[in-house]
């Protein structure tokens, strides 16, 4: 049998969905699933947005602009309008999903070999991302103890190589709610200008902060709009994680012309998607009131339940909808398998993502788990209650 490509054996499975087979198995079994694992949140979509869905009159579903559709550039350019981010409809190029924008942007910066430096833990799929185009990642570790704030830049700047094309970062943070602070977007921008990098900030849950914390954008930043690309995705925002539809906001003309390009390979993003994601640019501001009311009630039961349980360390997070816990375990990853093949409370069970794919260096988050609070409270609540079980358990075993 011919062998698979180097890229192929590399690409990594997803630790949000790799236990998928036992969470279907306790299913079949008769058992109910609390999946905290993944950002699927039950949050309902905006009515405009499904509106936009229901009511279209088209009666044929075309090819749209490769940079996507003008009408919803258009919306986007008033949208960032609204977080200080000037930016007009040619800086933005509208990808098939946030994941399609971090690959063109390591892409049209990159070659084969190159290197990025991203803080972990980080968003899985960005170990992925990172194997599709050639790159590879030097991470920079932020500590729980530190409650996931970033080294200081020397530690930072230690990592430069002549092959560091781009330094990454994403805030508010997936997977440790992390927001960071002007100080620290200022020293990266400094770093960024002294080594001559691009600064990617995925900046997908800006709206989703607590605590009086704001998020600041990277395109506002002075002084770097040679250098500077947003990356951004609706699916967190209107809670429709299914409609794929995300985008690439520079002011660098060139980086533009290089995504635009491999967005004409992939001929266009969605159009009934666009057609919808244009709509919801006018969700009211109410909508986004209610719901970061209600994460922010479902992170405090999270961690009123996590407060209850013995040997687990956890920062409470100041946005996103996600946290990382340190448990009292040796492996997380079997302790995940075993919450969904051997344990239940009653029938109830939860679904955690094992934390070791959040990193990129060998050994770490062996005892850690993401866990998402994207359930209503009751269901929060109780998925602390069993996990706290399931680690009396698991810690009395054979």
């Not at 949050?43 to 229901?54: D, G, H, K, S, V």
């Not at 906001?249 to 012309?257: F, S």
């Not at 992170?299 to 349980?309: N, P, Q, T, Y």
């Not at 609540?381 to 996990?387: A, N």
Request: proline share 6%; net charge negative; aromatic share 8%.
């Amino acid at each position: 049998m011919p062998a698979l490509s180097n890229r192929g054996q590399a690409m990594p499975p997803s630790p949000i969905r790799k236990l998928v087979p036992f969470a279907e198995e306790a299913k079949r079994q008769g058992r109910h699933v609390y999946h905290i694992n993944i950002g699927q949140p039950d949050i309902e979509t905006p009515e405009c947005m499904l509106e936009a869905f229901r009511e279209h009159h088209l009666t044929v579903l075309p090819y749209g602009h490769s940079a996507g559709l003008w009408e919803y550039r258009d919306e986007l350019v008033k949208y960032y309008a609204r977080f200080d981010v000037e930016v007009s409809s040619r800086d933005i190029v509208v990808t098939t999903g946030g994941s399609e924008a971090i690959v063109f942007a390591l892409m049209a910066v990159a070659d084969p070999g190159d290197e990025v430096i991203i803080p972990e833990p980080f968003y899985t799929n960005y170990n992925g991302f990172a194997i599709q185009a050639g790159v590879k990642i030097r991470p920079v570790t932020c500590r729980i103890e530190d409650g996931f704030k970033l080294p200081a830049p020397e530690i930072i700047e230690a990592q430069i190589t002549d092959r560091t094309r781009a330094i990454m970062v994403c805030s508010p943070n997936n997977p440790t709610g992390y927001v960071l602070s002007d100080e620290e977007l200022d020293g990266l921008a400094v770093l960024a200008r002294k080594h001559d990098l691009f600064l990617f900030a995925d900046e997908v849950y800006r709206e989703f902060v607590y605590d009086g914390v704001t998020a600041r954008s990277v395109l506002t930043l002075p002084d770097l709009d040679d250098r500077a690309i947003l990356l951004d995705s609706i699916s967190k925002r209107y809670s429709a994680c299914g409609a794929r539809i995300g985008c690439i906001v520079t002011r660098n003309e060139e980086v533009i012309d290089a995504c635009l390009r491999l967005g004409q390979a992939r001929l266009c993003p969605p159009t009934l998607e666009q057609l919808a994601a244009a709509r919801a640019v006018h969700t009211p501001p109410e909508y986004f009131v209610r719901v970061v009311g209600e994460y922010l009630a479902r992170r405090d039961a999270v961690f009123e339940g996590l407060r209850s349980i013995p040997g687990a360390l956890a920062h409470q997070p100041k946005g996103a909808f996600y946290t990382m816990v340190r448990l009292p375990v040796d492996d997380a990853d079997d302790f995940c398998r075993w919450l969904l093949s051997e344990f239940h409370v009653n029938g109830e069970t939860v679904m955690l993502a094992p934390a070791n794919g959040f990193y990129a260096t060998e050994g770490l988050g062996q005892d850690e788990v993401r866990l998402a609070f994207v359930l209503n409270v009751r269901a929060m609540r109780r998925s602390m209650e069993i996990l706290k079980a399931g680690l009396t358990a698991y810690s009395m075993r054979d």
